[in-house]
């Protein structure tokens, strides 16, 4: 019997969630993707219901990787990614912009701020809704920032057509069934003329499905961030020329040749940090770090304090550290293709 807490999170999607794929990658076939993308809303809550506390505990309240300078502390390049999108959308004072995917809502609060806009994030999972409004009228910024509960893929449904200026999605449309169906529910709810700025998870041009180690790659991926079909960037653009989006802008931003790599992060190197507060975070993704962390979920499952399956559902986030960290050493993987693309004035 599925158990419901108060905060929505619920014991059996978050016990059920790595059952969505096999033990042993290599056994993943047809089928098993295909369950994944049919209950795509059981894979992303269940995942969600299980890691939010450790990503807020591990990486603060914007739950997204970002490009770093020699110097730069680690919340200042998470904040710096997100104005960079608003700049490349060329948001303006008062506009109302959707958040697609919106987490426990740090990106929303961000580029409010930022940008001077209105902005509603929506999110299928209730548990982190509810952290998002609350951490949102801790800021003051209620009149500002919204956040509802509802699905993705049914953005026109939910909120009518024609009614963003603007919308945005930072690394949460990976978790889309389709591209294509989620471009699409976007590109209806934006007024005419409207912009979507986008940072997409994708497996890059160099990743080949053919190659065992880097189908394993993929799936690595898959299971240890809650995405039911890890998928190659060529479809992305496809999507964008399929929906009849007008693309003004496209980058890989993991590309760039930086002397400080985008998972440096996640690779547990003290060496690295950027910061003496950075230190900190670092040692939370290092062994030690890792070790201490998983036991204690370990102990808060056992006396209740986390639903169970939390430790489970924690313990993929050890294998999507080591395949992000060599998705990105290898260039098969980025999690910041940034597209740029607005809806025709007229079609």
Not at 29 to 45: C, H, K, Q, W
Not at 151 to 170: C, H, P, R, T, W
Not at 270 to 292: E, H, I
Request: glycine share 8%; aromatic share 12%; with cysteine.
């Amino acid at each position: 019997m599925a158990t419901n807490h108060p905060d929505g999170r619920v014991n059996q999607r978050i016990d059920n969630y790595t059952k969505f794929w096999e033990n042993d990658l290599n056994q993943e076939n047809d089928a098993n993707n295909e369950n994944r993308l049919g209950s795509y809303t059981d894979v992303v809550n269940g995942y969600y219901d299980g890691v939010t506390q450790v990503y807020e505990y591990a990486w603060g309240q914007s739950f997204h990787f970002s490009r770093f300078y020699k110097g730069e502390g680690f919340y200042q390049a998470l904040a710096r990614h997100e104005h960079y999108l608003a700049a490349q959308m060329n948001l303006r004072p008062g506009m109302r912009v959707l958040d697609v995917g919106c987490g426990v809502g740090g990106p929303a609060r961000e580029i409010a701020v930022f940008a001077d806009v209105n902005v509603v994030g929506v999110n299928n999972n209730e548990f982190q809704v509810h952290r998002a409004r609350r951490y949102t009228k801790r800021a003051g910024l209620e009149k500002q920032v919204s956040f509802v509960k509802g699905d993705f893929m049914k953005l026109a449904e939910q909120f009518g057509e024609n009614s963003f200026d603007a919308v945005y999605a930072i690394e949460a449309t990976c978790h889309a069934p389709s591209w294509e169906g989620i471009y699409g529910e976007i590109k209806k709810v934006l007024k005419p003329g409207g912009v979507f700025g986008v940072y997409e998870w994708c497996m890059t041009d160099a990743w080949d499905p053919s190659i065992p180690s880097h189908k394993e790659l993929a799936h690595q991926i898959e299971i240890g961030n809650g995405i039911p079909e890890a998928r190659p960037i060529k479809q992305a653009r496809e999507a964008f020329a399929n929906v009849g989006f007008r693309v003004e802008q496209a980058e890989d931003l993991a590309d760039r040749s930086d002397e400080v790599p985008w998972y440096y992060p996640l690779e547990g190197d003290l060496r690295k940090a950027q910061t003496p507060w950075d230190l900190v975070m670092v040692w939370r993704t290092s062994w030690s770090g890792k070790l201490v962390t998983h036991t204690s979920l370990r102990l808060f499952e056992m006396i209740g304090l986390v639903p169970k399956g939390t430790w489970e559902v924690c313990e993929s986030l050890k294998v999507a550290g080591d395949a992000l960290v060599k998705g990105g050493q290898t260039k098969l993987f980025t999690p910041m293709y940034l597209v740029v693309a607005r809806k025709p004035e007229e079609e």
